[in-house]
Structures are given as C-alpha cells and as structure tokens.
C-alpha cells in the first residue's frame, strides 16, 4: 500500500505511488533522530480519497513510528438514522483534487500547533452503507496529548473546510444532499439541501 520503505541495505528511500501521494513539501519533513546508526524517520502525511472500503488497520500501521509513545485515532462511521429518519447509506462526493490540497493545508497546520510525528487521513467516496467507516484519521506523537488535540482539530477543520459533499438515503426511497454546519461558506440562513 502507500508507504515509505526504508531499504536497510542500501540506505535509499523508495517510494511505492500511493492513489494519493504523500505531502512532499519540505516544511512537513521533520528529521528525528533514532538509535545510533539507523537512518533519520522523516514525518509523513498520506492522504487518500478512494471508494475502496477503509482500513482503520491499515491507517494505525502507516503512523506507527518507534519515536511515539501515542497513535490516536478518529473513525467517522455511517449511521442509521437522521431527524427520524431512517438512514441506509451516505454517498460522497468530492473534487479530489481541491480537497487532497485542502487535508494537505490542514496536516500543515497541525504540524505547526503540535509536535506530532506522522499523520494519515483517508476519506471514502461513493456509497458507505450503515456501520461502514467515510473518515479515518490517525496521528502519532510522543506524546498523547499532541495526538488526541490533533486528530480533533483535523476532523473539526475537515468538516468546515473541506469540498466534500454527502447524500443521506433513506429508506423510504428518498435522499437528501446535506452541507456541513461547519461549512465557512455557508451561512445559518441558506439551505442548500436537496430532497429527491
């Protein structure tokens, strides 16, 4: 999957293309010195946009890094039910590549707030049946405190600023597009929700 491999013989860093890439901006890359004779572990940001179902695993794993004593996570899950309705699925829609820039800025962000090591956020498109995860944010630090701050700020500032957009079903055969409260571009007296 998307990953940075350390190549042990050889000292190179390889990297496998990920749907998404990595951050590459030089400020996000912060070296942290291991054990004498082991290479730097240079911080990194993956962020992923896909259908595919998501891995909370998989995300957890990519953040692990021996110099954090934290890895927190926040997983946003489909539920069943809105306003008495009932809820079959949500489906999203976004404008990838405005929004992989928008999570960059916000990984940035957070990089200049706390001392974390490695940040991944994956958001999935398309339909997410009930009990399926559409968000999942994990962030290490040597600490818990940077980590559990961090993951909150991203899921706050991702809501608010992101392009993407989610459609309730219902199960009485109707949907609904919903903005997000949070949304600096709307405002209390604008309804922009759609019913089909």
């Known amino acids: 999957m998307s990953s940075w491999e350390i190549n042990s013989s050889s000292f190179s860093q390889e990297m496998k293309l990920p749907l998404s890439p990595p951050l590459v901006e030089d400020s996000a890359f912060q070296p942290c010195r291991k054990n004498m004779g082991e290479v730097e572990e240079k911080s990194k940001d993956i962020i992923k946009c896909t259908a595919e179902k998501l891995s909370v695993d ?78 999942v944010i994990a962030v290490s630090s040597a600490h818990r405190a940077a980590s559990l701050a961090a993951v909150s700020y991203a899921i706050d500032t991702l809501k608010a600023k992101v392009p993407i957009w989610k459609k309730e079903i219902y199960e009485e055969s109707s949907s609904a597009w919903k903005r997000n409260k949070e949304c600096f571009w709307t405002t209390t007296d604008e309804s922009h929700i759609l019913e089909h």
């Open 58 to 135: 998989e995300a957890s794993q990519l953040v692990i890094s021996p110099m954090c004593g934290a890895v927190s996570l926040f997983v946003g899950t489909t539920r069943n039910n809105f306003e008495g309705k009932k809820v079959i699925s949500l489906e999203y829609e976004a404008y990838i590549p405005m929004a992989e820039n928008e999570i960059r800025k916000i990984c940035s962000d957070i990089r200049q707030k706390w001392p974390v090591k490695h940040i991944a956020v994956f958001h999935r498109l398309g339909l997410v049946p009930v009990s399926e995860a559409s968000i």
